[in-house]
């Protein structure tokens, strides 16, 4: 079983930054591709970016340039970090895992992940 846990949402203005953290554990971390998702009262799970085994990191269009995602397998953790938010990047966010194969095209399609967090509410007032 992996667990995976986020952590760091919040209440932010308009053009400030956050950076989401998300741990998981349970089997070794640098098998696991990690991707980002967000919830709104319209999108049931949108996705916001991904890193694959092999370092690519797709982005939604809606986030490109703002947001980044990194990961350091030595602290079992993938970071999210989002600039110059918006209010329309008010979401609860997840953090997913994904076993086995993984590209950027599968990477986007939330029904391939195998593990979800609990998410964490991210709030932007403008």
């Known amino acids: 079983q992996v667990q995976v846990v986020e952590s760091g949402g919040g209440l932010v203005q308009a053009g400030g930054s956050l950076r989401l953290s998300c741990a998981a554990s349970?089997?070794?971390?640098?098998?696991?591709?990690m991707g980002w998702f967000r919830r709104t009262p319209t999108k049931e799970r949108e996705f916001v970016a991904a890193?694959?085994?092999?370092?690519?990191?797709p982005y939604a269009d809606s986030v490109k340039g703002r947001f980044t995602i990194y990961r350091d397998n030595a602290k079992n953790t993938v970071w999210l970090q989002m600039n110059s938010l918006k209010p329309e990047d008010t979401a609860v966010y997840y953090c997913?895992?994904?076993?086995?194969?993984?590209?950027?095209?599968?990477?986007?399609?939330?029904?391939?992940?195998?593990?979800w967090g609990q998410g964490t509410q991210v709030t932007v007032s403008s």
């Open positions: 997913a895992v994904k076993l086995g194969f993984s590209d950027s095209a599968t990477m986007v399609q939330p029904d391939r992940y195998d593990y």
């Open positions: 349970g089997r070794t971390f640098s098998t696991f591709a």
């Open positions: 890193i694959t085994l092999s370092g690519s990191t």
